[in-house]
């Protein structure tokens, strides 16, 4: 009878051990899962998140269904600069970003003239990102000058994008501005960081 006894209670006792070694495991890995969402989280939130761009707006530097990541630090250290290539929600539909190159600058007056050359306060902007000299003005065929936080984006596709001279993008807000683009991680045969200047 005390052996039997001693064996019930080896059973229990082992019983107890394995359920409380099965409970750590259970805590621990909800506690190691809990960690990478909250850091997944800071990451996509702070750090910079997965972009795909879709369009030729950008081309010839960004392609269609090019992946990108976005860094979203760098803004929060310095203002946005001439010619970078930035993403910001359209504001007129949900889930949709667009990303397009900085032109104008807040303070300053942007104005395209008929032969597509465009003027930063009078003065004309020697650049070389347009794919193509621009045939439609749009909006700023009249000056346009951007308020303190405000910028004047276009795409590099000048007559394939829609950006700052169409009325439904308008001037960017810099609260508005999610960050610029960083890498291209797809495709692989065009894997790098990206150039803005």
């Known amino acids: 009878?005390?052996?039997?006894?001693?064996?019930?209670?080896?059973?229990?006792?082992t019983v107890i051990d394995v359920?409380?070694?099965?409970?750590?495991?259970?805590?621990?890995?909800?506690?190691?899962?809990l960690?990478?969402?909250?850091?997944?989280?800071?990451?996509?939130h702070f750090v910079g998140q997965r972009t795909q761009v879709s369009g030729s707006s950008m081309e010839p530097q960004l392609?269609?269904?090019?992946?990108?990541?976005?860094?979203?630090?760098?803004?929060r250290f310095?203002?946005?600069?001439?010619?970078?290539?930035?993403?910001?929600?359209?504001?007129?539909?949900?889930?949709?970003?667009y990303i397009k190159r900085i032109i104008g600058l807040p303070g300053e007056t942007v104005q395209i003239d008929r032969d597509g050359n465009i003027f930063i306060n009078g003065e004309i902007l020697e650049e070389g990102y347009g794919k193509e000299v621009i045939q439609e003005p749009g909006r700023a065929y009249e000056p346009i000058t951007l308020g303190e936080d405000e910028y004047f984006v276009l795409g590099d596709n000048r007559n394939n994008s829609s950006d700052s001279r169409d009325m439904s993008v308008g001037n960017v807000?810099?609260?508005k501005i999610i960050g610029r683009a960083w890498l291209r991680i797809w495709p692989?045969?065009?894997?790098?960081?990206?150039?803005?200047?």
Request: proline share 2%; net charge positive.
């Open 173 to 175: 807000r810099r609260d």
């Open 1 to 13: 009878m005390k052996n039997q006894r001693f064996f019930t209670d080896c059973k229990k006792g």
């Open 19 to 33: 359920m409380k070694k099965v409970l750590r495991e259970i805590l621990s890995t909800s506690l190691y899962l």
């Open 78 to 97: 310095r203002e946005p600069e001439r010619f970078d290539i930035i993403v910001f929600p359209f504001e007129y539909e949900d889930n949709t970003f």
């Open 63 to 75: 392609r269609h269904e090019d992946n990108l990541i976005v860094d979203k630090i760098t803004y």
């Open 188 to 197: 692989f045969d065009r894997f790098g960081f990206i150039r803005h200047r």
């Open 35 to 44: 960690v990478v969402l909250c850091l997944v989280y800071l990451v996509i």
